[in-house]
Structures are given as C-alpha cells and as structure tokens.
C-alpha cells in the first residue's frame, strides 16, 4: 500500500498531509518588480517618491532598479547632498579682453559710443 497526499495537500502521506503554506505577499527580489522600481519590505516601490535619496534641488531618476541622481541643467554639485547654480561667466572684466573697436562695461563687450557718446553734436564717434 502506498499513501500520498490528494491534490492540492503536501506533507507526508504515512503522517499527515496539510494545506501548503501560504506564501508571503509582495515582492521578494527587484526582479519581480518594473524597470522603475525596487522591492523594499516586500513591496514594489519608486525609491524616487517614497525614499528619495538625492539632494532637495537634484534629478531622481530609477532604471533597472537602480537610483540615479544628478544635477539639473545649470547646475553642479554632489547631486546627494547638494547641487548649486553655474554662475555664469561674465564676457569681460577689463577692457583688454574685448574687439579693439569696444570696451567692457558691465561685463559686456560693447561700443562705448552708444552708451555714453562724448563728441561732438556735429562729430561721429568711432571706438
């Protein structure tokens, strides 16, 4: 005689045969969770929204389960901790670093003769 388990029951036969175990919901690796997801205390979340790791002013991104963080155009910084504006550069701050027919005023290359004009009424000015 041979005793096994009906359908749907596991264990053994000669002893006793029980329900299976019923197995823990949610996930159990990032595999069974979508390319912008982790699996975090079994459950599939955006590491970006729930548990946002990167700087207040930095980029979260997630790809393949993992998380990215990078600073927004314009700016520099560790993307962690802090990303700070790219001050711009000025064009000039002397006048030896523009074309020789204009001068630097207010960091800007310009010719001189349309800001402040010092001829003549009936004189032209050329820089």
Not at 87 to 111: H, L, M
């Amino acid at each position: 005689m041979v005793c096994m388990c009906i359908p749907g029951y596991v264990g053994d036969a000669d002893i006793a045969c029980n329900l299976p175990p019923r197995p823990e919901p949610g996930c159990k690796s990032n595999s069974e969770c979508g390319d912008r997801e982790i699996c975090r205390d079994r459950n599939c979340i955006n590491p970006c929204i729930v548990a946002n790791p990167c700087a207040t002013n930095a980029v979260c991104d997630v790809r393949q389960h993992s998380v990215t963080c990078n600073c927004p155009s314009g700016f520099t910084g560790d993307p962690f901790s802090n990303c700070f504006a790219i001050e711009p550069r000025p064009e000039c701050t002397s006048d030896p670093e523009c074309p020789q027919d204009q001068a630097c005023v207010n960091e800007r290359c310009i010719n001189p003769c349309i800001i402040d004009n010092p001829c003549a009424p009936q004189a032209r000015c050329t820089a």
